[in-house]
């Protein structure tokens, strides 16, 4: 129940939620920096845990559905209290985190344990007052859309209105405002009408950072649309279409599996697109829809192991990717508690491992380097001794600084630049 299943900074960068599949949100919160304790700055610590869904059960499908969070997003802070959503697969939810560090007291109806009072025991007229109490952080849910999708949530995105966001299934996308929780407008369809003529399904969608009317959304078949809400109320027809031609000589059993893309992010720019897909990281610039500007192999390694991956379902497995807060820097996980980070100006890469044999507080990360031939170095690791088991699926990177959050199955890590 404690496998961390999404990790999600705020837009400043303060707090850190992370949803995990016994349906709970844990919240961390940065500590403020202290005089005679600089160097103290960037930890996070917990800030406040709820549970955000329950296991529920479909008595029409006869289906139990998970409580399991599939994706966390937060929304940009207006006042004192901080607004996140999170969806499993069915049903999203908008919460309201808030403090409290007073209470009222000297109630005229109400004695202070709560009861109330006998009217005609009542001869005074108080003026309530607050009083300092212990601060106490509240997470109430404000919003629940439910009902709107036959198949499983894969991703939510808020809009840039701030006023709407999107809930993406396998066939359909919605678009909600938050204020009207018992209706959403259907943007995509692409579930056909005879269900055996199915090809493709939805992986991933998100809306651009700037524009309200534009978003992306990805394909099992490695394609990616970007669709204009201008034209037409259905965004069926796509305004472009992204796909690389495949190398016919790179052809195997395994090239419709891998060539699915488990991850698409808008640069924080809105000029590029990242897609993850099994073995690499690409990169596509709006203006060209040909094929990406730059391509990341992440585990090349991987490809004389695709079968015995295809046999323990770890080749269906869903990598994130992120960018950093210049859109310079792109991060994605691989296994063995592995993760990786291309550096897009200089072209370097580095191989990073999250785990608890190496990570002493403020111990310093070296890189790891993987083998294929027979030949070890001492600091080498061989391909068939990496972990499948072990597996980095969820980052997240802060919006603004050089900290990122790495998640390895039901531990969080919190790394940061060494600063000198």
Request: glycine residues 4%; contains cysteine.
């Given at each position: ?194 269900m055996e003529e199915l090809t493709e399904v939805i992986t ?20 990616i649309r970007l669709c204009d809400m201008r034209t037409s ?136 380097k993987v083998c294929v031939g027979g030949k070890r170095r ?43």
């Amino acid at each position: 129940a404690d496998i961390i299943s999404t990790v999600e900074f705020n837009h400043t960068g303060e707090l850190l939620a992370t949803g995990d599949k016994g349906g709970r949100v844990v919240i961390f919160q940065r500590e403020q920096e202290s005089k005679n304790q600089p160097h103290r700055r960037g930890e996070y610590n917990v800030y406040s845990t709820f549970q955000s869904h329950e296991p529920e059960f479909d008595y029409l499908k006869s289906l139990e559905i998970e409580e399991k969070i599939n994706k966390i997003r937060w929304l940009p802070q207006q006042n004192a209290a901080y607004f996140l959503l999170s969806t499993n697969d069915k049903t999203v939810k908008l919460w309201k985190v808030s403090e409290r560090d007073k209470r009222p007291e000297g109630y005229n109806l109400k004695d202070e344990d709560g009861r109330l009072r006998d009217p005609s025991m009542i001869t005074v007229l108080r003026v309530p007052v607050l009083r300092p109490m212990d601060l106490m952080v509240e997470a109430t849910p404000r919003r629940v859309f439910a009902n709107a999708h036959t198949y499983h949530i894969n991703s939510i995105s808020v809009n840039s209105d701030y006023e709407t966001y999107m809930s993406a299934d396998d066939l359909r996308i919605n678009l909600w405002n938050f204020e009207i929780t018992n209706q959403s407008f259907n943007i995509v369809d692409i579930k056909p009408a005879n269900m055996e003529e199915l090809t493709e399904v939805i992986t991933a969608a998100e809306f651009h950072p700037h524009h309200c009317n534009t978003f992306v959304y990805s394909s099992s078949k490695g394609t990616i649309r970007l669709c204009d809400m201008r034209t037409s109320a259905l965004c069926d027809r796509h305004a472009k279409f992204f796909e690389e031609p495949e190398d016919p000589s790179n052809r195997s059993f395994f090239s419709e599996i891998i060539s699915s893309i488990s991850d698409v992010k808008f640069s924080h720019s809105g000029r590029y697109i990242m897609t993850r897909d099994y073995l690499t990281v690409k990169v596509w610039d709006l203006n060209m829809e040909n094929r990406p500007i730059e391509t990341y192999q992440v585990h090349d390694y991987l490809r004389s192991k695709l079968c015995s991956l295809y046999e323990n379902d770890c080749i269906f497995d869903k990598f994130e990717c992120v960018w950093n807060g210049s859109d310079s820097v792109i991060m994605t996980g691989s296994y063995n508690n592995f993760f990786r980070m291309f550096d897009r100006n200089t072209k370097r890469d580095v191989t990073l491992e999250a785990s608890r044999e190496n990570s002493k507080p403020r111990a310093i990360l070296k890189p790891r380097k993987v083998c294929v031939g027979g030949k070890r170095r001492k600091d080498e690791i061989s391909v068939d001794s990496l972990d499948f088991s072990k597996k980095i699926l969820h980052t997240a990177w802060h919006p603004s600084e050089n900290i990122i959050a790495v998640a390895a199955t039901n531990n969080l890590y919190i790394f940061q630049d060494k600063v000198n």
